[in-house]
C-alpha cells in the first residue's frame, strides 16, 4: 500500500517536472523569437519587452546554478544558496520553477508559442 502510493506521488513529481521544463523552454524559444526581432530593430510592445527581460534574468540566473551541478557537492551548495536567496527574498529558480505556476500557465506559454511562430512564418511570407 505504502510503495504504491509512494510511487504515484513520485510519478506526480516527475511530471510536474516534466510540465515546468516544457514551460520554461517553451518561454526561452518566446524570448530567442523577440530578441531576434528587437535585434533586427523592431520596437517590441511593453508585455513583449517585460516578457524578453523575465527569461533573459531567468536564463541569466540559470546557467550558474546548472553549473554548480557538475561541482562535487555542487547540489548541496545549490540548495543552500536557495535556501539563503529565499532569506533575502530574491529569486534564483526560474519562473517555470517557482511555487505559483500552474498547468494554465504551461498552456499558456504554448499558446503563445503557437502565436509568435504563426506570427513569425507570416512574416518570412510577406517578405518574399
Request: hydrophobic fraction near 45%.
Amino acid at each position: 500500500q505504502w510503495v504504491v502510493s509512494e510511487l504515484g506521488r513520485q510519478k506526480a513529481a516527475m511530471e510536474s517536472f516534466r510540465s515546468k521544463v516544457l514551460i520554461e523552454m517553451a518561454e526561452t524559444k518566446e524570448a530567442r523569437v523577440l530578441l531576434r526581432r528587437h535585434v533586427r530593430g523592431e520596437v517590441l510592445s511593453e508585455p513583449e519587452m517585460t516578457a524578453l527581460q523575465s527569461q533573459l534574468r531567468d536564463v541569466a540566473f540559470g546557467i550558474p546554478l546548472v553549473a554548480l551541478l557538475f561541482v562535487p557537492g555542487g547540489s548541496v551548495v545549490i540548495v543552500g544558496l536557495l535556501k539563503l536567496a529565499k532569506c533575502f527574498g530574491w529569486e534564483l529558480l526560474p519562473t517555470a520553477f517557482r511555487d505559483d505556476t500552474t498547468a494554465a500557465d504551461a498552456s499558456e506559454a504554448r499558446l503563445r508559442l503557437e502565436e509568435l511562430k504563426a506570427k513569425q512564418h507570416d512574416d518570412g511570407k510577406d517578405k518574399t
